[in-house]
Every structure is written in C-alpha cells, then in structure tokens.
C-alpha cells in the first residue's frame, strides 16, 4: 500500500532544523521584497471582495439641486408666464430626493462576479504561498552551498599545509643533491594549484553570504554559523506521498484551480451580458417651485417607482463575441491546469531520481577519498623512506584534493536535492 503521507505536511522549521538556516529563513519570510509584495497583493484582493459584495445591494444617491432661470418672453415658457400672470418671469426649481436603484440578478452575473472576486482573491493568497515556499528552498539550498563553501575552502587550506610539508622535504632533497631542480618545480607547482584556491573559495563565500543577505532582506555582510557541511542530515526516506495531493498542496497548480474558476465565472458574466436585464428604480424626496415651501411637508413629498428592462440589440454581435473569447479563454486555462499538474509529477520526479543517484554516487565519493587519504599517507610514507620518488606523493595529494572538493559538491547536491522536492511536493509555506 503506498504511503499517503508527504514530507511536505511537515512545517518548514520541523523539516529544516538548523538554527542558522532557520533564522534566515525566518527573515526572508518577512523582509523579502516580493513577500512584502505578495501581501500587499492580497490586501488589494481584500479590498475588492468586500467592495463586489454590494453588488447585491441597491444603489442608492442623495441629491440636491436648486436653479433659477429667466426665459425669453418669445419662449413658451416665457410666454406661459405671461398667459399665466404668475407676477414673475423666472422659473425656479427646488429638489431634494433619495434614488435607490437595484438590477435583479436574473441570469447570474452578479454572482459570477462575485465567484470571480473570492478566486481572485484566492489566488493571491495562494501566490504568496508560492513566494513563501520559492523562499525557504532558495534560502536553504543557498545555506548548504554556503556550507560546501566552507568544507572545500577547509579542504584547500589543509592541501596547502600538507603540500608545504613535502615541498619542504623535496628542498631538503635537493640541497642534498638527491633530485633535480625539476623536482622542485613540481612540487612549487602542485602547491600554488592548491594555495590558487583559497581565494578563490573565500571570493564565492562572500558572494554566497551576500546573496543570502540580500535575499533575507539585509544589507551584504557577514553570516555567523557553527554547522559544517557534515553536521546537516535527513531521513534515509523522503516520503512523497499520493501523487493526486499535489492538486491540493502546491500553491502553483492551486492558482491554476482557481483560475479555471475565474475563467467559468467570465463565462457566465459575458453570457448574462447578452439577456434582457431588469433594473427597479425608487425616487422620493421634497419638491418646490419656491425655496419658501421647499420642506413644506407634506405638500412637496413626492415619490415615484419604476422598473424597467434592457435588452442589448446593436451591441449584441460585439458580446456574442466576448462570449465565444471567454470560452477560449476557459479552455486555454483548463490546458494551463493540465500542464501545471504535469509539471508538478514532474519535478516530483526529477527530485526523487537525483536524492536516489545523488545518494548512490555519494557512497562512491567517500570510499573513494577514503582511499585516496590511505594512498596519500602511504606515499608520504614511503617518500620518507626513500621507497617512492616525488611524482608519486605530488600525484597522490592531488587526487585526494579533487576527491575531497568532489565529495562536498556531491554532499551540497544532495541537500539541495532534498530542497528541491520539498518544494516541488509543495511544503514550506505553513
């Protein structure tokens, strides 16, 4: 029976447990630009999932107008006044009044809109889940490099003491007469490609540290730590769990989800668009023809109620094709779905073959520096005692300088492998 359970249900700080890393981490989930981007993103979602909700709720708009207006005594409405003896030539209107306003939701658009919303809304929820676990992968796999940093740059340095020493006994040799100056050469030569590395290393470490402090938000500088390379492990067996769950889990193919829901919802609104849509007007309010009776209530109440209904006609080609792009639209996301899941399984997979391989050559590593480190010791040995010449001890110490920088490498490959399917299962962001 395969095993349900994922290595990404297990909290970021339960799966990577160094203090150092953890705190980095930590940093970078607060002070990360595009963390802090996320969130503002999902205050504007907010803002917009509240402000749709009205879309229920009838307008409503308070107005209040007063004009005055002298006709010409040719108009109609100077020559009423005149047929009227009202004792004045100016016309005066004063209104104060409440409009409520309500379109019926017949064909649902209001309430796609509001689906669209929430998605919306969603969906930048799920972003920041996906910025979150980019984060702790990125800062985790940039703390193992700088761990192998560490472990090679020690490496480098102890070559150089080890390739002193025999240059040392090679000079001895040759004041005595007993090699050439070849000889020399060589061992000046093997010393200085260990000693070019040094630097070398201690350049990469101060980039790797800035990098790092750029990514937790903090200016360039220094990263105090205590672990070595050596010190950082992880179950023997990553659990990857039901493929399936990744629909669920990752934040990337939850967006897609969410997107297929966006996408249904335009195609309900650019459908309701076409229909007949049935819009109830109220207006009350006070009324007069002289500021003096303008609040004379109740003789200038007045109301009104209507209803009415539109129905595109001109225009209706034009949202026939809004409709029809919407569907397109609906089915490139339900492909983009498909891909993002495809995707998914198979960084999943890529993931588990290179911890798998990564293990494997890792074995090979350490056996083999194993015997490089017995084959050097032997040579210095024997070097000592005169039962091997120089090529042989110079040859010896650079094989086990490449196998010793290999075997970091491959160590820091395999931690960052394990990084890798962490969030490729999508963990990291609880």
Do not use: C
Request: net charge neutral; aromatic share 6%; charged share 20%.
């Amino acid at each position: 029976m395969a095993d349900t359970a994922s290595i990404a249900d297990i909290p970021w700080k339960n799966f990577f447990t160094d203090g150092t890393l953890q705190k980095l981490i930590d940093s970078a989930i607060v002070k990360n630009y595009d963390m802090q981007l996320a969130v503002k993103n999902i205050e504007a979602a907010q803002l917009l999932v509240k402000q749709v909700k009205w879309n229920n709720i009838p307008q409503a708009d308070f107005n209040v107008t007063a004009s005055s207006s002298r006709p010409s005594d040719n108009s109609l409405n100077g020559v009423t006044l005149k047929q009227d003896n009202v004792g004045t030539n100016h016309i005066e209107d004063y209104s104060a009044n409440l409009t409520l306003s309500w379109e019926a939701d017949i064909w649902g658009k209001i309430r796609n809109q509001n689906k669209s919303a929430v998605a919306a809304y969603l969906q930048t929820a799920e972003a920041k889940k996906a910025i979150q676990t980019g984060i702790v992968a990125d800062v985790s796999q940039g703390y193992y490099n700088l761990l192998m940093l560490d472990a090679q740059l020690a490496i480098a340095q102890k070559n150089v003491a080890l390739n002193d020493s025999t240059l040392r006994i090679i000079k001895l040799q040759y004041d005595a007469g007993q090699v050439t100056s070849l000889a020399m050469q060589q061992a000046q030569a093997q010393q200085m490609a260990a000693a070019e590395l040094v630097p070398q290393f201690q350049r990469d470490l101060t980039l790797q540290e800035n990098a790092l402090q750029i990514l937790t938000g903090q200016l360039p500088g220094n990263i105090d730590r205590n672990a070595s390379l050596n010190d950082i492990s992880f179950a023997e067996n990553l659990s990857a769990g039901v493929p399936s769950d990744l629909v669920g889990r990752r934040p990337d193919v939850r967006s897609q989800e969410l997107a297929l829901t966006i996408a249904n919802a335009k195609v309900g609104i650019t459908k309701a668009q076409m229909y007949p849509s049935l819009t109830i007007t109220a207006e009350g309010g006070v009324n007069s023809f002289k500021a003096s009776n303008w609040f004379n209530v109740p003789a200038s109440l007045f109301a009104t109620a209507a209803g009415g209904v539109f129905q595109p006609l001109l225009d209706h080609k034009e949202l026939k094709t809004q409709f029809e792009v919407a569907k397109v639209e609906r089915e490139k996301t339900v492909i983009q779905f498909r891909q993002s899941v495809l995707v998914a399984v198979g960084e999943v997979s890529d993931a588990l073959v290179k911890i798998e391989k990564l293990k494997e050559q890792r074995a090979i590593a350490e056996s083999r520096v194993k015997t490089l480190e017995q084959a050097t010791s032997n040579s210095n040995l024997l070097f000592k005692n005169g039962l091997a010449n120089y090529l042989e001890v110079i040859t010896a110490q650079s094989n086990v300088l490449q196998g010793e920088l290999e075997l970091a490498s491959v160590k820091r490959s395999e931690l960052s492998a394990v990084s890798e399917l962490y969030k490729a299962l999508g963990g990291g962001w609880k």
